[in-house]
């Protein structure tokens, strides 16, 4: 038996697809039959599965626990929940990995799976070998069954452990993804006043889109934290692994301001830390930590990669601009919106300070936010190279971590191809609005010498 997955489905950090068109239960089945047969040759027996609250959630997850069980994986099901949990679930029970079917923060109709394999990320080359698998049938055989597992009470209970908090008003917008129901469990065991929303899961998501990086997702908290006076709100994309955060005022608080924030009860506790952010983070950022006493250190886009490049430089902390948040420091180390809310509050308690003074005292930057157009498929990476090497040739001060992220005397800009769509992403940080507009400038200036224009905005 053999199955060829659809080719834009098998991506570089999970895999992922419309619902019915390039993703569907026989991919399921064969993603269940491959990643059970990389863990049986690795000598393992045991995986552990959760789902989102998109309606096709469920049917994908029996299809994959019938692929995992036919190839001699015994599987616990940790049935509903955001991706966090099954992370966790992967952390602390016995098992070798662990799969989630989520379609994150993607519209209504995806659906997809990540992956971790032994507490570490299984991506890129990973991901394309269980596509390989399936073409020639190289699947294991065998005989398994699964069992129920709750884990949420515990997996609340773990969120809220050592919290060392003040009570405080906060709003939370679940915006019916999955932590909906972690979070009416999480309000009750913390100190303060809590006002929810939209905490019932809804995979057709009848209140706004789960994804807390576009501020037109953060109008019904606004409204919320203006109505009640709260003193923050913090929101969820789909699945609860990236976070978004405003202030009393309103005032967004962006990845890498949280980070910030985060930043200085860790350095304090664990002093010369390398902290990690990814190429897109604010250079206000780097200094913050810099002079924190903490190692700054600029890295790839992609949870995967910020994971893989935190076991190897010990970090205790790395975030990514597009609201994920890594805690190495007093937990596992994944990516876990729900408890960097928790460390919101836990960081405001420990500076003294509230949450808007804060996100007040942090340097006024100007910047746009992430500028992504569609590019090519097969000019993605080559237009970055082409870019690169004019840079070198006219002597530029550029950092090549992924893309070209260039400083100038107004601030740096950024041009970077995504790993997971055919688009490039721009992003620039200037102390004025003038400079930002030299910056711009030089960003359409290189597009142009590889033929291109920033043309309309293309979507996640």
């Known amino acids: 038996m053999t199955h060829q997955f659809h080719p834009t489905s098998l991506r570089e950090y999970d895999i992922r697809g419309i619902v019915g068109e390039t993703l569907g239960e026989e991919d399921a089945y064969a993603i269940g039959r491959g990643f059970g047969s990389i863990v049986k040759r690795a000598g393992g027996s045991k995986v552990a599965v959760g789902y989102d609250g998109r309606l096709s959630s469920p049917g994908l997850e029996a299809a994959l626990v019938a692929g995992l069980n036919e190839s001699g994986i015994h ?46 990320p299984f991506f890129g080359a990973d991901i394309q070998a269980l596509g390989t698998m399936a073409a020639s049938g190289d699947w294991e055989d065998g005989a398994a069954d699964s069992e129920q597992v709750d884990i949420m009470d515990r997996y609340v209970d773990r969120l809220v452990e050592g919290f060392d908090g003040k009570g405080y008003r906060i709003g939370w ?13 999480l309000v009750k065991l913390l100190p303060g006043e809590h006002f929810t929303l939209f905490t019932d899961v809804d995979g057709a998501f009848p209140n706004h889109h789960p994804d807390p990086t576009e501020e037109k997702n953060l109008a019904d908290l606004r409204a919320l934290v203006a109505e009640k006076g709260l003193d923050f709100g913090v929101a969820f994309d789909g699945d609860g692994d990236r976070i978004g955060a405003i202030d009393g005022e309103g005032r967004v608080i962006w990845g890498d301001q949280l980070l910030a924030i985060f930043a200085e009860p860790v350095l304090k506790d664990v002093p010369g830390a390398t902290i990690i952010a990814d190429v897109k983070a604010s250079q206000a950022l780097f200094d913050r930590v810099a002079e924190l006493g903490g190692k700054p250190l600029m890295w790839k886009t992609g949870h995967s990669l910020i994971k893989s490049k935190m076991k190897e430089t010990g970090s205790p902390l790395a975030g990514e601009m597009s609201g994920h948040i890594f805690f190495k420091h007093q937990y596992y180390g994944f990516d876990d919106a729900l408890y960097a809310a928790v460390r919101l509050i836990r960081a405001a308690s420990a500076s003294g300070k509230s949450v808007t003074q ?50 100038t005397a107004d601030g740096w800009w950024l041009l970077r191809a995504s790993n997971t769509q055919d688009v490039l992403v721009a992003r620039a940080e200037a102390k004025s609005e003038s400079g930002l507009e030299r910056l711009m400038a030089q960003i359409d ?16």
Request: overall charge negative.
């Open 445 to 460: 200036e290189q597009l142009a010498l590889s033929g291109l224009e920033r043309g309309p905005q293309a979507g996640h």
């Open 358 to 407: 804060l996100r007040g005292e942090m340097p006024a930057m100007v910047n746009t936010p992430e500028l992504r157009f569609q590019v090519d498929e097969s000019r993605k990476f080559a237009v970055i190279q082409e870019v690169l090497d004019r840079l070198a040739a006219a002597g530029a001060k550029v950092d090549n971590t992924d893309g070209a992220r260039v400083n």
């Open 75 to 120: 599987v616990l099901r940790i049935g509903e929940g955001p991706t966090p949990m099954l992370y966790y679930a992967e952390s602390v029970l016995d098992v070798d990995g662990g799969i989630q079917i989520t379609g994150s923060h993607n519209p209504a109709n995806y659906n997809g799976f990540k992956m971790v394999f032994r507490h570490g």
């Open 173 to 185: 917008d679940a915006g019916n993804g999955a932590a909906g129901p972690v979070v009416e469990k």
